[in-house]
């Protein structure tokens, strides 16, 4: 049974840090890539980024380019998404996804507010 439970979410200010997890099992983590979307209120879900079961090859939405950075550890079964010069329109919540079967976590909201 596949289950990715996201974690680390907050509220930060303008300008600030922040990073999420998402911890995955019920699978042969390495073998898959993994997202990052994000959904803010009244908007569309969209993709934040994704990276290859090795961690060789990522890709980012051009809103976070240069921003934000996914990682994983399979050793761990946990993709990370390190955000930093955060933006207030960065608030969402935001999920964790593996595209192949569409199985997704229940979310970590993210408020960056003063």
């Known amino acids: 049974q596949v289950q990715l439970v996201e974690s680390g979410g907050g509220l930060v200010q303008p300008g600030g840090s922040l990073r999420l997890s998402c911890a995955a099992s019920g699978f042969t983590f390495s073998s898959y890539v993994m997202s990052w979307y994000r959904q803010a209120p009244g908007k569309e879900r969209e993709l934040v980024a994704f990276i290859s079961g090795t961690g060789g090859s990522t890709n980012y939405a051009d809103s976070v380019k240069g921003r934000f950075t996914i990682s994983r550890d399979n050793a761990k079964n946990t993709v990370y998404l390190q955000m930093n010069s955060l933006k207030p329109e960065d608030t969402a919540v935001y999920y964790c996804?593996?595209?192949?079967?569409?199985?997704w976590g229940r979310g970590t909201q993210v408020t960056v507010s003063s």
């Open positions: 996804k593996r595209p192949v079967g569409t199985y």
